[in-house]
């Protein structure tokens, strides 16, 4: 089976910025994903890295280190509407597995 | 249209009946996923369909049966669940089932067998 870990929770003010760390190890490796999923809702897609290094787009980046089967994500400038769950996902073959998930609670 | 659409999104059943999800995108999406996720638990694949064949069976019980009827429809029957099935199930789309694309989920299905 695959092993992806990531924090269980993690809170947060308003304003700041949140890390989110993910370490899998897993059977193979095409590529790291981030997904945000509110309470009751689907998961919905924020990064793919594939490369080692830094994507950025928005509030949100995302880094992968594959020698170290380390990534993380980046939320800055938090906002009240970024309290959700963030999944780590790592794609092998055609299958993607999925991390516990990470619940970011944003306080005022 | 950047949907997956899912019905029903509530759906109660006893153990001795017979139901169907339903799943649906226009995106041309040629492969289709099925996901079950429990309460705060991370969602498990079921199922994968890949021009409109099935590719992967993630060991599910006969209990539940997917059908592709054509490129943009997928559905899960069900039949004389057990009150553990009970959880949100997901069903998902992308390109192909070889890219590295993202997968667009639907918002699901909430399921309670009783």
């Known amino acids: 089976g695959q092993n992806i870990d990531q924090p269980t929770e993690m809170t947060a003010t308003e304003g700041a910025i949140v890390q989110i760390n993910c370490t899998y190890q897993t059977s193979g490796f095409n590529g790291l994903f981030w997904y945000q999923q509110h309470a009751g809702e689907a998961p919905t897609f924020l990064s793919y890295n594939v490369l080692d290094g830094l994507e950025e787009k928005g509030r949100f980046s995302s880094f992968l280190s594959r020698s170290k089967g380390y990534s993380y994500l980046l939320l800055k400038e938090l906002q009240m509407k970024d309290s959700a769950s963030y999944l780590c996902?790592?794609?092998?073959?055609?299958?993607?597995?999925f991390g516990a998930g990470t619940t970011v609670t944003v306080r005022a | 249209d950047t949907e997956v659409t899912q019905t029903p999104k509530h759906l109660v059943m006893g153990m001795t009946n017979k139901k169907s999800l339903k799943c649906e995108q226009h995106m041309g999406h040629r492969a289709m996923y099925w996901y079950k996720q429990k309460a705060k638990k991370p969602p498990e694949l079921m199922f994968v369909y890949s021009y409109e064949k099935l590719s992967i069976n993630e060991s599910v019980p006969s209990r539940f049966s997917p059908e592709c009827p054509n490129s943009s429809l997928l559905n899960l029957h069900l039949h004389a669940l057990q009150p553990e099935d009970s959880a949100l199930y997901l069903c998902?789309?992308?390109?192909?089932?070889?890219?590295?694309?993202?997968?667009?989920f639907g918002s699901g299905t909430q399921l309670s067998v009783l």
């Open positions: 996902a790592v794609r092998v073959d055609y299958k993607l597995s």
């Open positions: 998902a789309s992308s390109i192909h089932r070889e890219e590295n694309e993202k997968l667009f």
